[in-house]
């Protein structure tokens, strides 16, 4: 079982079609953790969400979405808050970013499950989940009990600087998490924050002898790059598609990183060089085809089935 945890929420996207001063806003299910839940699901892998809904429409959506894609969700706690709105602005090259409405929503009150279940082999974090507290902490006190288990450990940032009010305490927290962490994923543009004006090559090498045994950057149409602890680097392109817009596209990569890490049982050990080759080749592909459509919508494994 492999586990995704943290946030749920509404991206308000704006109709791409209207000419409007302030265009329309259309509902879309969201959140880094959640999505990247759905994408592990519609991959083939037995997934959990691990998160605290609210009991809202929205939140009865979010919970119907992981129900229809076969996502378990005995790990979901459930609160009468209302659900995070994160409002959509997509440029002309189809990159979003983010306005967020988080003020006492139900996601950022979750609480410390009481354990993990025995047959979890990977957990992800990321995103607003490890900003907004008091759940933040929980998240971080899960990340390291799941480490000392001996569970598979990812992390996405996925920086939301919106979110950030210190962004100082943020980078020293960030450095905090490295040694629990197995398998560290950043954009490139997340990667340049966090080093804050250091060259990030160095900077992300510097996180890598921290603790984690890979760090893979994504680098958007130029492709995806890993870092190993043994020293290896590995490199392959991006997969050309018509990009409607990126929603999603950075949580498929979490969810087929560890999915095809976990065919090649490579959870349990470091992966090979030629591992790494296939595991990119294969995040690429499921990337291509999330930007391909609008919103969070990830592949399903037949569309990934080479010809």
Not at 43 to 62: K, M, N, P, V
Not at 134 to 151: D, F, M, N, S
Not at 152 to 159: E, S, V, Y
Not at 218 to 233: C, I, K, S
Request: aromatic fraction near 6%; hydrophobic fraction near 45%; glycine fraction near 8%.
């Amino acid at each position: 079982m492999i586990i995704a945890a943290g946030e749920a929420l509404i991206d308000l996207v704006p109709q791409r079609d209207s000419k409007a001063t302030l265009p329309a806003l259309e509902p879309k299910l969201g959140g880094g953790p959640f999505n990247t839940a759905r994408a592990l699901a519609r991959l083939g892998a037995d997934t959990t969400f691990c998160s605290r809904i609210s009991q809202d429409h929205f939140g009865e959506a979010l919970l119907h979405a992981l129900h229809t894609d076969g996502v378990d969700t005995s790990l979901v706690q459930r609160g009468e808050e209302p659900t995070t709105l994160a409002v959509a602005h997509i440029d002309s090259g189809g990159s979003a970013s983010y306005s967020f409405y988080t003020e006492g929503t139900a996601d950022r009150l979750f609480q410390l499950p009481p354990a993990l279940p025995d047959t979890t082999r990977a957990i992800c974090f990321g995103t607003c989940s490890l900003v907004l507290e008091p759940g933040a902490t929980a998240y971080e006190r899960l990340l390291r009990a799941a480490h000392a288990q001996g569970v598979f450990t990812a992390l996405d940032p996925n920086i939301r600087t919106g979110l950030i009010a210190d962004p100082a305490a943020y980078r020293a927290r960030f450095l905090t998490w490295l040694p629990y962490v197995r398998l560290l994923k950043l954009s490139a543009e997340d990667a340049a924050w966090l080093a804050d004006g250091a060259p990030v090559h160095s900077a992300l090498k510097e996180w890598l002898a921290a603790g984690p045994q890979a760090v893979v950057l994504t680098r958007g149409a130029d492709g995806l790059t890993v870092l190993t602890a043994q020293g290896e680097e590995h490199s392959v392109p991006a997969v050309g598609v018509d990009v409607v817009d990126t929603i999603g596209a950075g949580d498929t990569v979490n969810a087929a990183l560890l999915h095809r890490l976990g065919e090649l049982r490579a959870l349990t050990r470091p992966a090979t060089g030629a591992e790494w080759q296939d595991v990119l080749t294969y995040a690429a592909r499921a990337a291509a085809v999330t930007c391909g459509r609008a919103g969070a919508q990830p592949p399903y494994a037949h569309e990934l089935v080479s010809p």
